[in-house]
């Protein structure tokens, strides 16, 4: 990957990929509140997946030095199992582990990378990743750990 | 006739040159005492409770809707219009005003050609004498009303904690009379109660003491009052206008005042118990408040109630969760008697979804509430968390309820700081443990109510606030359980929500407990609602939401309680259930369309 | 002196009857005289009131305790202090509630001004009605500082609405001490200067001497009370008789005269006023600097007075101000009933006194005996 276009290329896939995931999860689940979150959790992706091609466009630009806030809720939580029967804690960790993982591999990138040019997108995606990731944080601070 | 007396009278030229002290254009030159009493002048803590209206004797005063005024809660959105063809200025509105918004300037003399001009809302119309500082406000040492909250008979925290008798004993005949007497009558608090009782009016009922007028008063909007006068949020009294100089009224408590005194034998013959059938059949889901609200006033209604129950007995949370120092078993059952006698079928130990079909209960009625509750408490989720000395608070409140011992041993830690941590802590105590409430954020921040804060305080419990548990280890003796927490920074949120906590991992410490007891919170659990539904019913998260009248897209399930609104408390619950049952009513007789 | 007055026979043409008011501005307005006279001799009088009804012992059935206060002062416009203070006091008998000693010493102080302000008044009047106009420029001043006064303590200068059930209003302004001093000395060295003008007045005392007799007899059958009384010799005040307030502990003479007539009269008053300013500055002197103002009151919203009935007085200026009342339990009093003495000496003994003088002196003998319609009518 050594072209804007490639790097952005591969972060839109990604974020196909994680669509995917969301749905085919949505697929096995049997209740009908599970089906609709998740289903809502691909539309985001989906929605991500749009800002990355207007990046490419040219209509939209990401912003590297942004400050996203860090809860470090991912860090300290167990793995969990996406499973047919998952709960709404569960899910939730696991996206947030799953924008973590995201925002950790831009970053790692961003640092082995010269060009200037190239380590700003890198910094970029990785901090819409941080973003995603504070969302599901907070949203586990409020939905799960209400009382906490 | 004297010589003096012809002489005497031409003294009267010594005064001949003094000045007049009458004015001449007193518009311009005199003006009022600094205590002058002229016209009003109201400032922006009005909050429109009207109290000025009643007290006013020539009615120069009337409550108005005045534009652009931000909706507030605890403001009636009302402002006092004065009619000065009939103020006679003595200012008995300034002395009983609750918030002391009100005041009177020192300006008294007013000239205009309008004669429309003295009848103006003071404060919101533009008037000459508005930046007036000067003039009548009522003296810091002079009351019409009575501030200070007449205060409940309590166990001490010594006997408190020595079982699990009620801490608050109730106000005697007496206390409850002046508590009463203080209320101004001005309904404020009626829009923030989650039920709009009428407050009130059962207020005076106390006053007057006649408390079967009270209980009936109580049932049209609250079936639960033995209840709710004991452990309501008491929202209502947050904005109660006697709270602005003083204490709010305890209105929770002169609601319990009328139910106490009141035995559950008179019930059925205060409040009427003919009702007759109208031959159509609603399911209720789960008999928390929630839904044995939708149950009472559906019955009444005529309708044929079943409820379906997983647990062995109704209540809910009220009977699984709060513990019975705060809520007798017997005055729960006190209101849950009264709603089945009027012929509400309980169908215990059937838990829809396992024991029955969710599909099943849609056929088999004309319409269903479902008011499931929050049992599903949250995991922690840290490393560790298995360990056999990790508790859950509502396993324990659960334990406690059913008369089991949770074994909590001597050393708690309880994780949260919601009204089930202060619980489980409380329990834990009486249970003969020292405790720990560790909690993410600052003591301000917690959501249990204020009062159980303080009491949990009064009776040992230690909160250490700011604390994040990370992980959970193996203790040296293996029936204890190490905790490793770090300390939080708490940062503001840039979204306006409240502010969260950042662990700081330089800053961890480790401690060992008999048990550790997580009450971080806890959620629904409605996986039973198939995904064929997932189009009709609108879901966030996993909860409800429901639309006008609780009813829910699937036109025949109407849904209320804490799965189904954000304040997850019993008053709102019941709310839930009598407005469900309203729109059940409208929905069966054709009212509503689905 | 009990019989009514001989029959007269108008057509004789030997008479011209005249009325005096109803819509005489002074004093002694707002009732009318209708005069018979033969010459400029008065044969015969007939007092008429009812032009000033308000209703207000029926008004108040219908206004709660706490409602009434403001009400009560309109019933005398010159003296409303008593009627508050009366008020305040059956309310505070009925239901036991006791206004702490502070409120007692400054109501005494609001009362012995109102008490000279209302003098001051008078003693204008009586000069003007016999001719001394200038005295009455001077009198009406002095109640102006007065006035003054009560707008600085309890924010209006007539309708003080001041006393209340339970005790004051407010406390006294900073510095209120001092003012009323400085003007209780201005009105003593006024009332000095009106001795010489007035009381020492050739015109003065040959008009009233002897005008308007009283005789002893006549002032217990016909009520009479107050200066009126006293000049008559009786030694009668209800600041001694039935001490309240602060009274007891204040030094004060009783001030009586013998002849009975419109001088006699006057002068009583005028050295009532001096006894009042003694009074006043007793009561600046040692009233208490701090603790409560006003007693432990129920919320006055709902306010319910137990049902019981009561009857307090008060040596008002013009004599025996009393207040009835009967409660039963409610939030609203059952029956009030005002006693005001103008009641009693404008009416009827207004009707004998009239016969024989001249209708110059008419309107001088009215004020001799201090009488405020309003009061009648309440
Ligand atoms: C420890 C604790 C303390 C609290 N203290 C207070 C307080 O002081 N004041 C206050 O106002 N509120 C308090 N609350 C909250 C209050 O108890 C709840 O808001 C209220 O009980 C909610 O009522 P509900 O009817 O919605 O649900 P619940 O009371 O939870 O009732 C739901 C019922 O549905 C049953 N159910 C669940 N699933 C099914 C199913 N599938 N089939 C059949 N039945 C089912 C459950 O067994 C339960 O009986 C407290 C809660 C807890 C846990
Ligand atoms: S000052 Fe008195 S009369 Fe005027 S509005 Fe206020 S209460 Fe009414
Ligand atoms: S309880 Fe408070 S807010 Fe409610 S009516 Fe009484 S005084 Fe007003």
Redesign the pocket.
Known sequence: MNTVEEILDFAIDREQQAADFYSNLAERVSSAWMKDMLLGFSKEEMRHKGKLKSVKLGDKLLNADQHVQDLKIADYTVDVEPAEDISLQDALIVAMKREKAAYRLYSDMAANIDDPELKSLFLGLAQEEAKHKLYFEVQYDEQIMRDN | MSLKDLISPFYVWQRAFEKPYTQKRPIEDRPGAPRYRGFHMNSEECIGCGTCESICQNHAIDMVPVEGLEQRAGDSGLRPRFDYGRCCWCALCVDICTTRSLHLSNHYAWVTEDPDAFHFTAGTDAMPWNQNSLGYRRDDDYHLLVHDRVEMQALSAEESVAGFDEVMRGYTEEEAVLEADRCVECGICVATCPAHMAIPDYIRTVRKGDYEAGLRLLYETNPFSST?GR???HRCETVCVMGYQGDPIAIRWLKRAIVDRVPQEKYREILGDEVEENGKTVGV???????MSAAYYLRRQGYAVTV????AR??????????SY?LPDNQLDKDLEYIRSLGVEMRFN?????DIPFTQLLDEHDALFL?????QPSALRIAGEEHPRVLS??RV?DDVASGKDPGVGKRVAVIGGG??AM??ARVSRRLGAEVDVLYRRRIEDMPA?PE?IRESQAEGCTLVPQAIPVEIRNASDSNQVTIVWGEAEMVADDKGGRPRPVLQEDRMHEETYDCIIAAIG?GG?ID?IPAEFRDRIEFKWNKFVPGDYQQTGLEKLFV????ANSR??????IE??HHAARGIHRFLSGALDG | MFEPNPPIDLSSGKYLKLWQGPQHPGITGNMSLELITRGDEVVDCKTHVGYLHRGFEKLMERRTFIQNFPVVCRIAVPEPTFNEYLYAAVVEELTGIESPPRAEWIRTLNLELMRLASYLMWLGGIGAAFGQSTVYQWTVTHRDYILDLFEEMTGARIYHMYIVPGGVRGRLPEGFEDRCRDVLNRVEKLLHDVEKVLFNNVVFKTRTKGLGHIPKEMVDPYGITGPNQRAAGFSRDLRKDAPYLVYDQLEFDLITATESDTYARSWVRYLEMHEGIRMLRQCLDRMPQDGPFQAKMPNVLHWEVPAGETYIKAECTRGEYGYYMVTDGSEYLRRVHVRGPSYTHAIALMEKLAVGTNIADIAGLMVSLHTYPPEIER
Request: with cysteine; glycine share 22%; aromatic share 4%.
């Open positions: 709710c452990i309501c949020t889901i789960g008999a928390g408040p929630g839904g379906y129950e997983a647990q109704a209540g809910g949370m009220l009977r699984y969760g709060v513990p705060r059937t838990q829809v979804g396992r008011a499931v509750g929050l049992n608070g509502l409140l009204n089930v619980d489980a109510d159980e806890q659990q039973f209320g309680g804490d799965i997850a408390d019993a008053i709102s619950a839930d259930g």
